[in-house]
């Protein structure tokens, strides 16, 4: 099992471009997350999945927006990049409570 | 809502000294309970959790940690340091009655450096 697959792993965005960060699974989980961590401040939930076609938001969603059309595949997309939005991106997958997380993708936007 | 309070953003022991880290939560929920490591440039690794059952949780790479109720505490603990242990900590907590399913509150992490 690769586990949790994330492209790009780096990536530099110019301000008002749009990307999508992509994140797969493979570990069947129907649970599907999006992290975003910056210095001093942990981890913070972007947007959250509980299975296809569902999705809800974590506590710091603007600027972000995610679908869910398969089990597998859990992509996040920026529609205009700030530079507020310059972070480390980590997506993860769940079941039982338990979270497992991709290698991350370091995001910088002038 | 849940948060996570980690005690001291960098410890410093000295190797084969105790390595205790510091984890408060708040839920108005049973928590489900996290400790993950991260080293520079990586992804998390799951250490060990507590979910329910036994309050005493061992771990990877000779970690434990007690979950507390009373102190509302989820202390890492390690009895030996090893230069290998450097890295970043984070405590995290969920919400035990979605099945963890509404996402993890993270505490802001620990830097451990570990002094030969």
């Known amino acids: 099992n690769a586990g949790v697959t994330q492209t790009p792993k780096f990536q530099v965005l110019k301000t008002g471009q749009s990307m999508t960060l992509q994140c797969a699974q493979d570990?069947?989980?129907?649970?599907m997350s999006w992290y975003r961590q910056d210095p001093g401040m942990g981890l913070r939930l972007i947007h959250y999945s509980v299975g296809a076609g569902i999705t809800d938001q974590g506590e710091v969603p603007n600027g972000y927006n995610v679908s869910r059309s398969t089990t597998e595949d859990f992509p996040l997309r920026l529609l205009s990049a700030a530079p507020s939005q310059t972070s480390v991106y980590f997506c993860?997958?769940?079941?039982?409570?338990?979270?497992?997380f991709g290698p991350g993708t370091r995001l910088l936007v002038l | 809502a849940q948060s996570v309070t980690q005690l001291g953003s960098h410890v410093s022991v000295s190797e084969g000294a105790l390595v205790l880290l510091r984890c408060n939560y708040s839920?108005?929920?049973?928590?489900?309970l996290f400790w993950y490591v991260q080293y520079p440039n990586q992804g998390l690794q799951l250490l060990l959790k507590y979910t329910t059952g036994a309050t005493l949780v061992k771990g990877i790479n000779g970690f434990e940690a007690e979950f507390k109720k009373s102190e509302t505490s989820f202390h890492l603990t390690k009895p030996s340091a090893h230069m290998s242990d450097a890295a970043e900590y984070f405590c995290a907590v969920s919400d035990q009655t979605g099945g963890g399913a509404d996402g993890l509150t993270f505490g802001k992490g620990t830097h451990l450096i570990i002094q030969p």
């Open positions: 839920s108005s929920v049973p928590p489900y």
């Open positions: 570990m069947n989980h129907e649970y």
């Open positions: 993860a997958s769940g079941a039982g409570g338990t979270q497992y």
